[in-house]
């Protein structure tokens, strides 16, 4: 069984659009996370999502914007795509805050914007 | 704010020999500090962490870090690499003080180990 995983894993897509990433876990974790990991494979928090406490990086766009449907899910909207949100992102979900747990990371969805 | 380094983007060894992956750190309050590794085209895979005691810590596949504090470093260890241990290692760390509950990652290491 899969613990955290995201659909799709590739997507490719032209700038303006607007795309979204869906993301699941089933280990009954409370909190959630994308992180965009860029092609220097540096890899940087966007969001964190907690018993409906987002906590959001201040350096993301406001064209992003997760959205959380129940515990399980947090999906990533991205919308007016630009060339440079080409990355490949990662969800990871953790049983409180990963700064003590370890969070567990989905495969990644690789984004690419022509 | 906290911060963390990996000073080298790869490192070589050779199979059978031991293998370290060098991380420092920089925070105000107490590190909480985490190693994770990733394969081609996969998710980041958790290794081990350290929270508080022991200052060397073990984890999965013969891993282990050990904490330094006055040195502000947790490298990794192994001490005979396998060829299967080729891979990207993260070191991650987060700042007891942080009110955001954030780990930041280290610019990663690419571990190339040789038969």
């Known amino acids: 069984d899969t613990a955290v995983s995201q659909t799709p894993k590739y997507l490719v897509t032209q700038m303006g659009n607007d795309k979204s990433i869906k993301c699941e876990q089933n280990l009954g974790h409370d909190t959630m996370y994308w992180y965009k990991q860029d092609s220097k494979k540096f890899l940087k928090i966007m969001f964190s999502?907690?018993?409906?406490?987002?906590?959001i990086n201040e350096t993301v766009p406001n064209r992003f914007s997760p959205k959380s449907p129940d515990k399980a899910h947090l999906n990533l909207h991205i919308n007016s795509l630009e060339l440079g949100d080409s990355a490949v992102y990662f969800c990871?979900?953790?049983?409180?805050?990963?700064?003590?747990?370890?969070?567990?990371f989905g495969q990644g969805t690789r984004l690419t914007v022509v | 704010a906290q911060s963390v380094a990996q000073p080298e983007d790869q490192v070589n060894v050779a199979e059978g020999n031991p293998l370290t992956v060098k991380c420092t750190y920089s925070?105000?309050?107490?590190?909480?500090l985490f190693w994770y590794v990733q394969y081609p085209n996969r998710g980041l895979q958790f290794l081990l962490k350290y929270i508080t005691g022991d200052n060397l810590v073990k984890g999965s596949y013969g891993f282990e870090a050990e904490f330094n504090k006055s040195q502000t470093s947790f490298h990794l260890k192994k001490p005979s690499a396998l060829v299967s241990d080729s891979a990207l290692y993260f070191c991650a760390v987060r700042d007891s003080l942080d009110a955001g509950n954030m780990l930041t990652f280290g610019g990663g290491t690419r571990l190339m180990v040789k038969p």
């Open positions: 925070v105000s309050g107490n590190p909480y």
């Open positions: 999502y907690n018993n409906k406490e987002l906590i």
């Open positions: 990871a979900s953790s049983q409180g805050y990963a700064g003590r747990t370890e969070a567990f």
